[in-house]
T-cell receptor
């Protein structure tokens, strides 16, 4: 069964350091999302891509976060510098397209701990 | 006010019990509705879509009331394996999925 791949699964970093997460969506999926989930909360959108273009990054803290999907396939999310409050699960999801009735599939996530 | 609000839980129920979760959404333009299930420290997975006419999948029944902007999930004959967090999710047009905080269910033997 096709799945969304994310790495690393776990990351511990010191505050003020840079950290990067990688996501490889299901083949053929044009839409890719990065969500952040703080313990006890639901996932919250950081950025949405359609192919290589950003279509929604309104909730991305752009002073420290950046995301790219250069060839419209895999994607990287970067945080620089990391802060203690960035500790969370970072989830990547993909779907065939952005249509209202299209199912999104999630990767296993990267659990980030900032110390 | 959050766009999607859910019962906070946790719900602790014995095996075999029937349990219901409620969810309200604030944007009347929302078009599609889902329940996702998330096991502890795992990713969310689609449990079922919610249709206007209501729909059932085995022991799970989902209902949608557009007039009241209200979604529900009913689980009958609860199993230990149903223990998880249930996330209410809405979507409109091309915008991303919007998640509620989730309701945690613990089914006890």
């Amino acid at each position: 069964e096709a799945e969304v791949a994310q790495s690393p699964r776990y990351k511990i970093t010191e505050k003020s350091q840079a950290v990067a997460f990688w996501c490889d969506p299901i083949s053929g999926h044009a839409t890719l999302y990065w969500y952040r989930q703080i313990l006890g909360q639901g996932p919250e959108l950081l950025v949405q891509f359609q192919d290589e273009s950003v279509v929604d990054d309104s909730q991305l803290p752009k002073d420290r976060f950046s995301a790219e999907r250069l060839k419209g396939v895999d994607s990287t999310l970067k945080i620089q510098p990391a802060e203690l409050g960035d500790s969370a699960m970072y989830l990547c999801a993909s779907s065939l397209d952005r249509a209202w009735d299209t199912e999104a599939f999630f990767g296993q996530g990267t659990r980030l701990t900032v110390v | 006010r959050k766009e999607v609000e859910q019962d906070p839980g946790p719900f602790n129920v014995p095996e075999g019990a029937t349990v219901a979760f409620n969810c309200t959404y604030s944007n009347s333009a929302s078009q599609s509705f889902f329940w996702y299930r998330q096991d502890c420290r795992k990713e969310p997975k689609l449990l079922m879509s919610v249709y206007s006419s209501g729909n059932e999948d085995g022991r799970f029944t989902a209902q949608l009331n557009r007039a009241s902007q209200y979604i529900s999930l009913l689980i009958r004959d609860s199993k230990l394996s149903d223990s998880a967090t249930y996330l209410c999710v809405v979507k409109r047009g091309n915008t991303p999925l919007v998640f509620g905080k989730g309701t945690r269910l613990s089914v006890i033997a």
